[in-house]
């Protein structure tokens, strides 16, 4: 994913620039991540992409102050994001009481554009009752190609262990006749969705 920084620069916001075609079309890895980019641009999705965990930080300031989210109160069940930004965040485990969902994911699908939760980030909370703000953090090896792609390594990663529930995905568009019989996209709504993308390879 090293091309995304020369290409971009590593504080850039790509969701209103062009993307470009893989300078190699046999290298999968890139085509993967370029794939993912394209069609979370075209869901409309806010990506902003991070090298390091200081640049998350700065990115996570820049959603509160352009949206004026300050004084909001952050849904958050992940202890990773929240022992990082707790300074940064007036968190909270009420969804009720809150218009922003920042969470962990388990997965980013390519094909789709979309954000793979489960019940390891929803906990007991129903999509349907999450705050229309989502800021996901995941890290560039978390996309795969599809859906499939994705089950597959969920189902190895928790091997020997209860499989995970409510594994849902995430897309901002909205729903259509030709989206609506997807099983993935049952209960759900559309979503103001922010993705802070960190690379780890």
Known sequence: MNFLKRLFGSTKTVSKQALPEPQDANQEE????????????????????????????QHLDAILEENSWRAEQVLCFSDMLK????????????????????????????DQGSVLVC??????????????????????????????????????????????????????????????DDFMHYGSKTKNLYLLLLEDY
Do not use: W
């Not at 990506?47 to 390091?52: A, H």
């Not at 499939?148 to 969920?154: E, G, Q, V």
């Not at 189902?155 to 529930?165: I, S, V």
């Open 119 to 180: 019940s390891n980030q929803l906990k007991s909370i129903k999509q349907e009752e999450l705050p229309e703000n989502l800021i996901i953090f995941a890290k560039t090896s978390q996309i795969v190609r599809s859906i499939s792609s994705a089950l597959k390594s969920i189902k190895q990663r928790y091997q020997g262990t209860p499989l995970p529930t409510k594994i849902t995905s995430f897309k901002n568009n909205k729903i259509t006749e030709e989206n609506q």
């Open 83 to 110: 022992k990082a930004h707790e300074d940064q965040l007036i968190l909270t485990r009420d969804a009720s009481a809150s218009k922003i969902f920042f969470t962990e994911c388990e997965h980013l699908i390519a």
């Open 30 to 57: 890139t085509a993967i991540d370029l794939l993912f980019l394209q069609e979370f641009k075209k869901n409309k999705g806010k990506f902003l992409y991070c090298t390091t965990n200081e640049e998350i930080s």
